[in-house]
């Protein structure tokens, strides 16, 4: 059974940072892509930032492009997200998920997400 | 960047009703779109990939069409388990990010 399991989030103020981590099992963890997604407060969702099985490719949307870095250790089945330069629009439920398509590169949906971990950035 | 819209941003209609809700890609991205559905307080779940393919485990009456700039999502026979927003988003990294419809909230009349 896949598993995603989020945690590091939490309450921090504006221009500080945050690594969130994301504990994979059920499958196996370097061959497919994987997403962060978040969800601020009563909105929509938002694609953060994507990364290929192998690390080797990464992906940011313009919002958090130099503030934020995605990585991965396929030795410990875990994704990671550090933030920096936190903003108040960052406050969000980060979700990560699995992307559903086998192989080094990141192109598919999104089939299997955690159940979310908060950030909050206030003063 | 290519931008993602959704029509209506919220319906409601009867069980039993058919409903559509639309998808528009602000430039061509072939099939990479998938659908996902959000039911309150829920995680997302995947219910179509590649504009059209069903994600395995998802009722039949869920079924997805189009391709290039505009797409569908349809729902044969709406039942109060299907309250929820839908939200389309690409996927293709070669166009950019993977950007998601602002979503489309649907409720039982």
């Known amino acids: 059974e896949v598993q995603l399991l989020e945690s590091g989030g939490g309450l921090v103020q504006p221009g500080g940072s945050l690594r969130l981590s994301c504990a994979a099992s059920g499958f196996t963890f370097s061959s497919y892509a994987m997403s962060w997604v978040r969800q601020a407060p009563g909105k929509g969702l938002e694609w953060v930032s994507a990364?290929?099985?192998?690390?080797?490719?990464?992906y940011y949307a313009d919002s958090v492009k130099g503030r934020f870095t995605i990585s991965r250790d396929n030795s410990k089945n875990t994704l990671y997200l550090q933030m920096n330069s936190l903003r108040a629009e960052d406050t969000a439920v980060y979700y990560c998920?699995?992307?559903?398509?086998?192989?080094?590169?990141?192109?598919?949906?999104?089939?299997?997400w955690g159940q979310g971990t908060l950030v909050t950035v206030s003063s | 960047d290519i931008q993602m819209t959704q029509s209506p941003s919220s319906l409601s209609a009867s069980v039993g009703d058919r409903v559509t809700i639309t998808c528009r890609a602000s430039?061509?991205?072939?099939?990479?779109l998938a659908w996902y559905q959000q039911k309150p307080g829920k995680v997302p779940k995947l219910l179509i990939y590649?504009?059209?393919t069903l994600q395995s485990g998802v009722p039949s009456r869920f079924s997805g069409s189009g391709s290039g700039t505009d797409f569908t999502l349809t729902i044969s026979s709406l039942q109060p388990e299907d309250v929820a927003t839908y939200y389309c988003?690409?996927?293709?990294?070669?166009?950019?990010?993977?950007?998601f419809g602002p979503g489309t909230k649907v409720d039982i009349k």
């Open positions: 988003q690409k996927y293709n990294s070669a166009s950019g990010g993977f950007t």
């Open positions: 998920a699995k992307d559903i398509t086998y192989g080094d590169y990141v192109g598919g949906a999104d089939d299997y």
């Open positions: 590649a504009a059209s």
């Open positions: 990364i290929s099985g192998s690390g080797g490719s990464t």
């Open positions: 430039q061509g991205i072939s099939n990479y």
